[in-house]
């Protein structure tokens, strides 16, 4: 008992001894010790809201500070994983090279529940992983981002390795109004959490259909190690749910700062994309070095069944579509005339072809089919599967995300020159990677003209979708009804003035691949709330093609028919043809002339980032 | 749920109280753990995070199974693995190689030598004919599970 009290008094007397050095030091001012208490730059509040993130009353790094280093040198507790070395393991490590004599006088305590979810601190490298945008879901549009710590340890295999996620908690059932306010406003909660990676490969390859993109980090050892320590103290820790700026992207960033030099997201703009992150990674280097060392494609579930059926011998490719057209019947002559090779290709892509119809289908034939398949299969001899063929796509290549563009315009005798801010993210024009094929997604997207010795606003887009919905097969269920649907205030021709309206348009169509690009009919319908003068409605009946010419250059033409309903205007004819010169990611060149009633030719300068 | 809880805890007691019965009988985590049912800890946010809309952030559920003691483990982790990517092991089985496959032997302690092997075995008695992938993942565990702590119980000790 003695015995106790005095180990009891020499660790407090310890620990008020370490406070002091550590006064003296100034360590609670070291940007280190604040950006593990989560505490931004001229402020003095943690952004981490959870209690149980912090030791002391006040939450003031020193006195945070120093309630921490008096727990490390607490009684060890039932159970160990409690005790403040295992909880605050970033801050313990941080302090001991700060403060060497910690290692020698804190109690040594054992942290089973780290070591296990470590893999033993066998952690080689992290990757930060892209998860591409998926535009069958709106809040998915942007992409996601993750972290993935890669064991080195021969025990776990890829889809073992431990992933970081970061996200909101919502409750099942959220009311979708209630859900996109409380998302925008900060009405959530958000935590760290953690997972295998396979359960990413589910979520996302296989049922979102979406492409994961793994960016390998060059960290060393001990970078690793503050990297993983760090993130085991944020697991589960409550944070302000912001979906526009504090998302996943800005708190990857910030926990990938604590190791990287580089400010990998914008702390100043008002949103984050998660493909900001990655243009910053790719661009940065570490230590005299590129940061990136290595880019891994994961493919999806559809992008397999594209890739190998792209790659599959046009007989089976052929076989594959007459059984699809036979119920897959494999009493077919021609099936039964492939050889043991051939029928395997041809089953393996009817796996990925039957696993992409079951995400739209619900039909419980499919599964009986899928097993005929897989018994068909397993009477022939065990071969390795066709490739998936890799991809140098790579998301960071594509366009920046934000644009400022300036324009010459000129119409009628007469020039103007025009201003445009586009906050997010890319139109058809843009240069695809990583990314829908042919798609557009914008938002907040503001041209002003300056015309007769006054600014106006020309045109003001909320939200442009435009998802083409290709098929890249051929084969029945692949691609479906392109659609559109944007919201805006904008002019309805070139030809009058003052005469924004606001407006929802909403469009559906079919879109089919040809060489170098698309061709596609579409047919809009708009509301507008200006009646009075353009009636409640028109329609846009349009024809087009969009074409990559080259590498630098793609174009598109399209050409449709405007009616108006119950308005005094005219209906009439009407082209635009637009060019996008250059394949930077920073800047490129766009010359379009249109013909709506009048014609104007523009001549515009992007600058994207 | 809480009756499979009940009735699991049953189980184990009267495991313990039999180590003969204990070493010769197979634990089925789909009855007695309750995977394919939930499976998931509903311990506050961490279990009610659903990023699927919001996205940034997807289902990131922390992967702790059920909290019964005798459902945890590497056995366990190995079952719901096979639950959740049943799809894709059992294409890859039929195939004969891919990284699921790769994966779940680790999860089972088997050694990579002896991966091949075990493959081939759990290929030639492999039933594909269940009407639900609950059923498949299921059937797919006991058998290897059998072929594990059988035939090749020497070559998966590893954990």
Redo the contacts between chains.
């Keep these: 008992m003695c015995l106790l009290c005095f180990s009891i008094s020499s660790h407090a007397s310890n620990a008020t001894a370490l406070i002091q050095i550590a006064d003296e030091k100034q360590l609670s001012d070291d940007r280190y010790w604040l950006a593990l208490l989560h505490i931004p730059e001229n402020s003095n509040r943690s952004e981490i809201v959870d209690d149980s993130f912090f030791l002391s009353d006040s939450r003031q790094p020193v006195k945070e500070l120093e309630a921490t280093l008096q727990a490390f040198f607490a009684p060890i507790p039932e159970d160990p994983n409690q005790h403040a070395q295992c909880r605050f393991i970033a801050r313990f490590h941080w302090l001991q090279k700060h403060l060497p004599e910690l290692t020698r006088l804190a109690p040594k305590i054992p942290c089973p529940l780290f070591a296990n979810w470590s893999d033993q601190q066998q952690i080689g490298s992290v990757s930060a992983i892209f ?1 591409s945008g ?1 535009l069958g ?4 549009f ?3 981002i ?1 972290l993935k710590f890669n064991s080195h340890s ?7 390795q431990q ?1 970081l ?8 059932q959220e009311n979708p109004v209630t ?1 996109i306010l409380k ?1 925008l406003f900060g009405g959530y ?3 760290f ?4 990676f ?3 490969i ?3 390859g ?1 049922t ?1 259909l979406r492409d994961l993109w793994e960016y390998q980090l060059a960290l060393t050892p001990d970078e690793v190690s503050q990297l993983l320590y760090h993130s085991w103290e944020l ?2 820790r ?1 944070y302000v749910y912001y ?1 526009l700026k504090e ?3 800005f708190r990857m960033a910030q926990l990938l700062e604590l190791v990287i030099e580089t400010e990998l997201i914008s702390k100043r703009q008002p949103y984050a994309m ?1 493909i900001a992150v990655f243009h910053r990674l790719a661009e940065s280097e570490h230590h005299g070095k590129p940061l990136v060392t290595n880019i891994i494609y994961h493919p999806s579930r559809q992008q397999r069944l594209t890739s190998r059926h792209q790659q599959a011998p046009e007989n089976v490719r052929q076989v594959m579509l007459s059984l699809i057209r036979n119920d897959y019947d494999l009493k077919l002559a021609a099936y039964q005339q492939l050889s043991d090779q051939e029928q ?1 290709i041809l089953l ?1 892509l009817l ?1 990925d072809y039957i ?1 992409f119809l079951k995400l739209s289908s619900d039909n419980p034939e499919l ?1 009986q089919i899928k ?1 005929r398949l ?2 068909a ?2 009477a022939l001899p ?4 066709l490739a998936v063929a890799g991809s140098t796509d790579y998301p960071h290549l594509s366009t920046r995300p934000s644009m400022l563009q300036l324009a010459y315009i000129q119409q009628q005798q007469q020039a103007a020159a025009q201003f445009r801010f586009r906050a997010t993210y890319y139109d058809l024009l843009s240069r695809d990677a990583g990314r829908a094929a042919f798609s557009a997604l914008s938002m907040f997207d503001l041209s002003g003209r300056y015309f007769r010795d006054s600014w106006q606003v020309q045109h003001f887009e909320l939200l442009n979708i435009e998802n083409m919905n290709l098929s890249q097969t051929g084969l029945p269920g692949d691609g479906g009804w392109a659609w559109k649907v944007n919201l805006s205030y904008a002019a309805q021709d070139n030809q009058c003035k003052s005469c924004n309206t606001a407006q929802l348009r909403g469009g559906i169509g079919k879109a089919i691949p040809v060489t170098a690009g698309i061709v596609y009919l579409m047919q809009d319908a708009q509301m507008h709330n200006r009646v009075g003068r353009f009636g409640l409605l028109s329609a846009d009946s349009r024809f087009g093609a969009l074409l990559d010419v080259n590498r630098m250059w793609r174009t598109q033409l399209e050409v449709g028919y405007r009616s108006y309903l119950q308005s005094q205007l005219t209906d009439f004819t009407w082209y635009r043809w637009q060019n996008r010169f250059g394949d930077s990611p920073h800047w490129d060149i766009r010359l379009s002339v249109s013909q709506l009633r009048t014609t104007e030719w523009s001549l515009a300068y992007s600058l994207y980032w | 749920m809480k009756l499979a809880l009940i009735s699991a805890a049953a189980v184990v007691l009267s495991m313990a109280s039999s180590p003969v019965v204990q070493a010769q009988e197979q634990m089925n985590p789909w009855t007695q753990c309750g995977i394919g049912a939930m499976i998931f800890e509903k311990n506050g946010t961490a279990a009610a995070i659903s990023n699927i809309i919001w996205d940034l952030g997807t289902t990131a559920v922390s992967s702790n199974i059920s909290s019964k003691e005798s459902c945890k483990g590497a056995n366990i982790a190995a079952a719901q693995f096979i639950n959740d990517a049943i799809v894709n092991i059992e294409e890859e089985t039929v195939i004969g190689e891919g990284e699921h496959l790769t994966a779940m032997l680790n999860l089972m302690g088997c050694e990579s030598s002896a991966h091949q092997q075990i493959i081939q075995q759990v290929r030639a008695d492999l039933d594909v004919s269940h009407k639900s992938n609950i059923a498949k993942a299921e059937a797919y565990f006991l058998q290897l599970d059998t072929k594990v702590n059988g035939q090749f119980a020497a070559q998966c000790q590893v954990i």
């Design positions: 998860a998926y879901n709106p809040a998915s942007y992409g996601h993750l021969g025990k776990r295999a890829l889809l073992q992933n996620n970061f996200g909101a908690a919502v409750p099942e859900y998302g909660k958000a935590v959490s953690y997972g295998d396979y359960r990413n589910q979520a996302y296989e979102e697991i589960n409550d979906f998302n996943c992207a998660p395997s393996e796996f696993e599964l097993n897989l018994q299969r397993l065990v071969q390795p599967p």
